[in-house]
């Protein structure tokens, strides 16, 4: 993520003497993200992830870090929470919530081929099996009212083109959400760059501080919009129907979602491409900063409107 906190030697050496994770040897950094702040942390015993929350209260902080811990105890590939000597999951520094996190082996890809996008069809299925019993209930911070308030203050900033765009999404999200298809606990959030991959094979998922209780046909939507979609925004159909495939051997997608696909991958793509022109317009001050860039999202978000990829509903 993006530094926005910066942390000195003898801040952080008192920090960790709450923890039993051995002295710090170095904290570097991470540009990737625009959220939160990261730093990769090397102690001698073993190398972490200290994560500083910049918008999350504790209460909700909480409750992202006890359903990581949840998943990697039921065996998926999720990274541990350390818990602090007083066992704690997170620790104020600098007036703000932090986290130490297990590192996990491997590097996020840039480009997927089906072999990959197979993979991950299977890994969001049995996150979301793993998940189902996760009985905190995880707000959603980026749905319809997040969506329409966006909207409404990038409303001066942006052409009429791309408000004719947001108002035709917005539409078809408010129609999702009005049907009833199954709920659970989603990552919302699981780009390329949230998955890492180590001889070619997933080593981890990362970045959980969107998950929250959503449709279960909308997360997958978010994976598609990401792995499976060409330089020009346009679904690939053969990537797509990896994903599904592969996700449809751990859980089974009913004949309700498969009616509502179109709706949710424009609801996917409307999240991000609203959470891009909101940093585009009204840009976060930090020492490292990564900002995304819309258009990507603008031109899947139109061939999502435009298209309804029946095709990929066929997953025989």
Known sequence: MSVYTKINEEELKNHLNQYSIGSPISLTGISDGIENTNYLLKTDLKEYIFTIFENIDGGNITNYLMFMNHL???????????????????IEIKNKPSAIIEKLSGKSIISTDNPQCSMIGNLLAKFHNCGSDFNIDLKNTRGIEWCTESFKKLSSVITVSQSEIISRAIEMQKDLIAQDLPVGTIHADLFRDNVLFHNDKISGMIDFYYSCKGYLIYDLAVVVNDWCSDLDGKLIIDKCKNVMISYSEQRNINSDEFNYWQHALVAGALRFYLSRLLDLHYP?????????????????????????????????
């Open 284 to 316: 976060k001050i930090g020492e490292i900063t990564h900002i995304k860039d819309p258009g990507v999202f603008e031109n899947i978000l139109i061939d999502r409107l435009n298209n309804k990829y029946e095709t990929v509903s066929d997953t025989d």
């Open 72 to 90: 990697s105890e039921r065996g998926l590939l999720c990274p541990k929470v350390m818990k602090s000597k007083k066992d704690e999951l997170f």
